[in-house]
């Protein structure tokens, strides 16, 4: 299983502190997969290019201090002949299945492409605070 490290983003950040104060829920809830290719950064707020999202499978504790390790499906009949460049978690209140919604927790590259019906991918995000 690829494990793909995220860049922390600002949002993500706050979000962390808006769930201290009980404003928000950090719990990272959804991924979702792109065709962006710009370089992660602590300031963006969504994928370049969202073609999928899919709730996230489980989730645990990584081994260094404030790891996160998020484990996420890609079924045969999901995302068919995506071109998959990047990926991303999304958490918060507003999360839900809508493209574009919720709050990015972290960003990555991850190219796999194209997706095909004959294969799925089990991918762990490993987010670090």
Do not use: W
């Amino acid at each position: 299983m690829p494990v793909v490290t995220l860049t922390l983003t600002t949002v993500g950040h706050n979000l962390m502190r808006d769930t201290y104060t009980g404003i928000d829920n950090a719990r990272p809830t959804y991924f979702a997969l792109g065709s962006g290719t710009s370089a992660p950064s602590a300031g963006q707020t969504k994928l370049d290019a969202e073609t999928f999202r899919k709730k996230v499978t489980s989730f645990t504790n990584g081994a260094s201090t404030g790891e996160a390790l998020i484990n996420c499906y890609i079924a045969q009949n999901d995302a068919v002949n995506a071109n998959i460049q990047e990926v991303a978690v999304f958490g918060g209140n507003t999360a839900s299945a809508a493209a574009n919604s919720g709050k990015m927790l972290g960003r990555a590259l991850y190219a796999h492409n194209p997706k095909t019906n004959l294969e799925s991918i089990q991918l762990q995000l490993d987010l670090t605070t």
